[in-house]
C-alpha cells in the first residue's frame, strides 16, 4: 500500500499546466467496529465569480456567500463544522419527497432538485473597496 509524502505543490498554474492533482489519505489501523464517517470537502473558489457587461461597464461580482465568509478558511470551516446539520436536512428532505412524489420518480425528483439547487450561483456586485 502506498503512502503519501506530505507535500504541497506550490506552483500555482492553469490546470492544463503541467497537470496538478491531489491525495487524500486516512490511516485506519485495524478496524473491528464500525466508525463514524470520514468528511472530506473538495471545493474550487474564484472571485471574482463572473464579469458581467452591462453597455460599455463590466462589473465583477462574487459569490453570494462573501457577503458572511471574507476567508475561504472561513467558509471551509463552516461547511465541515455543519456535516450533521447537513445530513439531517438532506434525509428530512429525502423523505418529503418520497412521500410528497410518487415512489415511482422519487429519486430522479430529488436528483434533479439537487441538481437545480447546487448549480445556482447567486453573486452580489463589489465596490471599489473590494466589499
Keep these: 500500500m502506498g503512502a503519501l509524502n506530505n507535500t504541497v505543490d506550490t506552483n500555482f498554474r492553469a490546470t492544463n499546466d503541467n497537470w496538478s492533482c491531489f491525495a487524500l489519505e486516512r490511516v485506519s489501523g485495524n478496524i473491528t467496529m464500525p466508525a463514524g464517517p470520514v468528511v472530506f470537502a473538495v471545493g474550487m473558489s474564484t472571485d471574482p465569480a463572473i464579469s458581467f457587461s ?24 463552516f461547511f465541515l463544522n455543519d456535516y450533521d446539520s447537513v445530513v439531517s436536512f438532506e434525509n428530512n428532505f429525502d423523505s418529503v419527497a418520497t412521500t410528497q412524489i410518487s415512489t415511482t420518480y422519487a429519486d ?5 432538485a439537487r441538481q437545480v439547487a447546487f448549480h445556482i450561483e447567486i453573486t452580489v456586485s463589489i465596490d471599489s473597496d473590494g466589499n
Excluded: E
Excluded at 108 to 112: D, T
Design 108 to 112: 430522479l425528483a430529488v436528483l434533479a
Design 54 to 77: 452591462a453597455g460599455r461597464t463590466a462589473q465583477s461580482r462574487s459569490l453570494f456567500y462573501r457577503t458572511k465568509y471574507s476567508t475561504d478558511t472561513d467558509v471551509i470551516s
